[in-house]
């Protein structure tokens, strides 16, 4: 043989070393199920959803306690949650455009933070 030949042997080796296994194939449902559990990571789905919930529950709770009184100052003697132009609620949708903002600034320094600590986001 060849050195180039000897070269292209080894190659192939390598690649034959790096190619991952097959995944293997479920024998019945409930195996079925475990890689579905694994592969789409549900239970780390789940617990992002339910921190999701209560992180959502204290920024509104800091948006109506602590900013809206702010909001309130600039506005006295009116509820900011009860200005209306006709039938439109416009002091509760700022208050809720207001919430959403901060919830967006929050997560985006939660994932800025995350990504400069290695973490996959």
């Known amino acids: 043989m060849t050195k180039e030949d000897d070269m292209l042997e080894e190659l192939k080796q390598i690649r034959k070393l790096l190619t991952p296994p097959p995944e293997p194939v479920p024998k019945n449902f409930i195996d079925e199920f475990k890689i579905f559990i694994k592969k789409y990571r549900v239970l780390a789905l789940a617990v992002a959803f339910i921190m999701a919930i209560y992180t959502g529950a204290v920024i509104q709770a ?4 602590m900013i ?3 909001v309130e100052l600039f506005v006295p ?3 900011w949650e009860e200005i209306t132009i006709s039938v439109f609620r416009v ?3 700022i208050g ?6 901060i919830v ?7 994932v800025k933070l995350a ?3 290695g973490l996959d986001v």
């Open 96 to 101: 809720v455009v207001i919430t959403f903002v």
């Open 68 to 70: 809206m009184p702010i």
């Open 62 to 65: 800091l948006v109506d306690d």
């Open 91 to 93: 002091g509760h949708f």
């Open 104 to 110: 967006a600034f929050v997560i985006f320094i939660i």
């Open 115 to 117: 990504t400069r600590m």
């Open 77 to 79: 003697g009116v509820a």
